[in-house]
């Protein structure tokens, strides 16, 4: 199939690489399908690019790449609507911002994608655990990890 994209001109994809969300992402109810792009070689970033809609697509990236404690609790509507037997068959993308300045980079760790890789459905929750914030500083995170690596290596 031939996707068309503003950002990386017509792209060929498999009919099997389509992600339907009977939902839409929060904001685009209408818009339900979509593909993964990798950003570049090595980079932890992808664009979740809507199928029927060359200017809409997202950047995420796997929860657990800046976030490894990162723990969500879905509601059964939520597993009902993914179609879900077995949690390993989930992956959990965050939606990041990517502002001018990346330095405040962000990533909506209250709303998190979630797909389904064994049939490619997906949805974005929304969770009601209120220490995760929709605009939660990636590089704060990331220079909290270092430190805490840094201390845990002092101490060896």
Not at 41 to 56: I, R
Not at 118 to 139: C, G, T
Request: charge should be negative; glycine fraction near 6%.
């Amino acid at each position: 199939m031939e996707v068309s994209t503003s950002r990386f001109g017509d792209i060929q994809v498999e009919d099997d690489a389509v992600i339907t969300m009977p939902d839409g992402m929060l904001g685009f109810s209408d818009i339900t399908r979509y593909v993964l792009i990798q950003h570049r070689d090595g980079s932890p970033f992808l664009w979740y690019q809507a199928v029927d809609e060359p200017n809409l697509a997202f950047v995420v990236v796997d929860a657990f790449t800046f976030f490894p404690d990162y723990e969500i609790v879905m509601s059964n509507e939520d597993v009902e609507a993914l179609k879900c037997d077995k949690p390993g068959d989930l992956a959990v993308f965050l939606v990041v911002v990517i502002p001018d300045n990346p330095e405040e980079m962000t990533a909506n760790l209250r709303g998190p994608l979630v797909i389904n890789v064994q049939n490619r459905v997906a949805r974005q929750v929304v969770l009601l655990d209120e220490k995760y914030s929709p605009h939660h500083s990636i590089i704060k995170e990331m220079r909290k990890r270092l430190e805490v690596q840094e201390q845990g290596a002092g101490s060896e």
